[in-house]
């Protein structure tokens, strides 16, 4: 079974600073992906990043980058130089498989909270 | 259509009455994807999708509640004799393969 994991339920930091959400996973495949979306209080759920298990090089977009550890399976997301507008929930998320999609499982999620 | 579209966007119904949540997936998703998020908590897992078919129904909470798709696009998540338990905002996602998902705006789901 994939299980995903974030011990951080929430988190205060300062305008500008660096930022890292922690996520750890478990699963028995080979081959799988992981996300990072972005929930505003507006509700909706927004895609930040992706990250293939064979990636060897870590995914970036911006000022979002996923420091991924996969004999440690974890897929930390580091987001640069906060702003304001980064206070939302951050949900990491993975799913297994190698053909088609499969069940797409996410942790609990971190609150951001940014401040000026 | 241009994204995941949800309807209704919010719902209040009287315990024990019977609702229906829709599903539009983005035109060519062949994965489609059901959650439950309760007030201030994260993604419950329902239902997913791949086609018509539906691999793992394992986080469906009770026999109340059953989905269908058909032709490999619309989704529709119906719940029986809703209870006050079932509160909760509706999320529906698609995805083209193993690619990220696209989530709708969601149905809010009050049982009064």
């Known amino acids: 079974a994939q299980k995903i994991t974030q011990t951080q339920p929430g988190m205060f930091v300062q305008e500008k600073e660096a930022v890292t959400l922690d996520c750890t996973y478990d699963t028995s495949d080979q081959s799988y992906g992981l996300f990072w979306y972005k929930q505003p209080s507006s509700g909706e759920m927004i895609f930040l990043i992706y990250q293939g298990s064979y990636d060897e090089q870590n995914a970036t977009e911006g000022r979002y980058s996923l420091n991924f550890q996969k004999a440690r399976k974890s897929a930390n997301l580091v987001i640069s130089a906060s702003q304001l507008g980064d206070s939302a929930m951050y949900f990491c998320?993975?799913?297994?498989?190698?053909?088609?999609?499969?069940?797409?499982?996410f942790g609990q999620g971190t609150r951001l909270t940014i401040n000026p | 259509g241009a994204g995941v579209s949800q309807s209704p966007s919010n719902k209040v119904t009287e315990k024990g009455k019977d609702v229906e949540l829709r599903c539009d997936p983005i035109s060519g998703h062949t994965a489609l994807y059901w959650y439950r998020q309760r007030l201030g908590q994260g993604l419950e897992f329902l239902i997913y999708?791949?086609?018509?078919?539906?691999?793992?129904k394992s986080g469906l909470p009770s026999d109340r509640f059953s989905a269908e798709r058909t032709g490999e696009s619309v989704s529709t998540l119906t719940i029986q004799r809703t209870q006050q338990e079932d509160s909760a905002v509706y999320l529906c996602?698609?995805?083209?393969?193993?690619?990220?998902?696209?989530f709708g705006q969601g149905t809010r789901l009050t049982v009064v």
């Open positions: 999708f791949q086609g018509n078919s539906a691999p793992d």
């Open positions: 998320a993975m799913r297994g498989g190698i053909q088609g999609a499969q069940k797409l499982v």
């Open positions: 996602a698609s995805s083209l393969g193993a690619g990220f998902a696209f």
